[in-house]
């Protein structure tokens, strides 16, 4: 399977319901990366799909050598290895072109807070300054619209809002994990969604889809991870469980199980994203209010957790 072309198209209709929402068009992003840690992992494919304002489809793609192992469980996913990659460019002028590309357009993405964190760190570490743009989410807009029950779209959800099986409920065909197929899908995805939305809710939906505005990313407190926290990108990449002693939320102080899948920057400093073993829901925690973390070594029966591909959103609150 070609990683530079696809046999998905958008078609001129897909492009009209898209503008209805983005009446100034919007760019779709896919990214494959070396783990899930936008603050400890790195971007190793970037594609991107502009719908114009005036319908016009454009297309960027570039494959990235990210200077690192790409861990094994990895690259079973998207089917990249360092191999792959060793003729490609590092990241430094593929971001500088994407945001050329991207111009002022804003932008979508299917788990977009995962995809647009990566894109605000890349552009830290290269001092590329970000565009003041608001990104969006297609699987939260999916979530809106399919949820509410006074949606004509009602009782008719997928199983889950992963892509793939969005992709599958409208009936598109999909190659999972090549970005550019992904992207493509994400466009198209959301030209389904926004057909079956009324006319009078699109601003509404539009807005409950909104994940994050880049601008908000300007001070370096948002990337830093410290020290104390250097083990867990291994712990991380195994999903090994943690036991955490957390100041805030729902059990103040005390120890409490979590399965960890990504360390995400956030405006006001990073945060830890996983599954609560406690409550059985995905959950983001403060770095700083963090005051301890140990491997779980006290067996836990684990009846049934949301896996890494669910919507990520991310509360500054827990």
């Known amino acids: 399977m070609s990683r530079t072309s696809t046999e998905l198209t958008i078609t001129p209709d897909e492009a009209k319901q898209i503008l209805k929402v983005f009446p100034y068009g919007v760019?779709?992003?896919?990214?494959?990366?070396?783990?899930?840690?936008?603050?400890?992992?790195?971007?190793?494919?970037?594609?991107?799909?502009?719908?114009?304002?005036?319908?016009?489809?454009?297309?960027?793609?570039q494959l990235i050598n990210p200077m690192t192992d790409i861990h094994p469980a990895n690259a079973a996913i998207h089917g990249l290895t360092n191999d792959d990659l060793i003729n490609a460019p590092t990241l430094k002028r593929p971001m500088r072109s994407l945001w050329e590309f991207v111009g002022r357009t804003q932008m979508l993405a299917h788990n977009a807070l995962f995809d647009g964190a990566f894109l605000v760190k890349g552009s830290h570490d290269f001092l590329i300054e970000l565009p003041p743009l608001r990104v969006f989410d297609s699987a939260k807009f999916a979530r809106?619209?399919?949820?509410?029950?006074?949606?004509?779209?009602?009782?008719?959800?997928?199983?889950?809002?992963?892509?793939?099986?969005?992709?599958?409920?409208?009936?598109?065909?999909?190659?999972?994990?090549?970005?550019?197929?992904?992207?493509?899908?994400?466009?198209?995805?959301?030209?389904?969604?926004?057909?079956?939305?009324?006319?009078?809710r699109f601003q509404e939906y539009k807005e409950r889809s909104f994940t994050m505005a880049m601008s908000q990313y300007k001070k370096d407190a948002a990337f830093v991870v410290p020290?104390?926290?250097?083990?867990?990108?291994?712990?991380?990449?195994?999903?090994?469980?943690?036991?955490?002693?957390?100041?805030?939320?729902?059990?103040?102080?005390?120890?409490?199980?979590?399965?960890?899948?990504?360390?995400?920057?956030?405006?006001?400093?990073p945060v830890l994203y996983g599954v609560c073993l406690v409550t059985k829901m995905n959950k983001s925690f403060v770095l700083k209010r963090i005051k301890s973390f140990k491997v779980r070594t006290e067996p836990l029966e684990i009846k049934e957790t949301p896996d890494a591909d669910v919507v990520i959103e991310v509360s500054e609150q827990e």
């Open 27 to 61: 760019v779709a992003i896919d990214l494959e990366t070396t783990g899930l840690s936008p603050l400890v992992d790195r971007i190793i494919e970037i594609a991107a799909v502009k719908v114009t304002q005036s319908g016009h489809i454009e297309v960027f793609h």
């Open 227 to 269: 020290n104390r926290f250097e083990a867990m990108r291994e712990l991380i990449r195994s999903q090994t469980i943690v036991d955490i002693q957390y100041t805030g939320g729902t059990v103040d102080e005390e120890w409490r199980p979590v399965k960890p899948i990504a360390l995400i920057p956030m405006p006001r400093g």
């Open 144 to 200: 809106a619209l399919l949820k509410n029950p006074d949606s004509e779209a009602a009782g008719k959800s997928p199983a889950n809002y992963k892509l793939s099986t969005l992709a599958e409920f409208f009936k598109v065909p999909l190659h999972h994990h090549i970005a550019l197929e992904d992207t493509y899908a994400c466009l198209k995805v959301m030209a389904a969604l926004i057909e079956r939305t009324p006319s009078e």
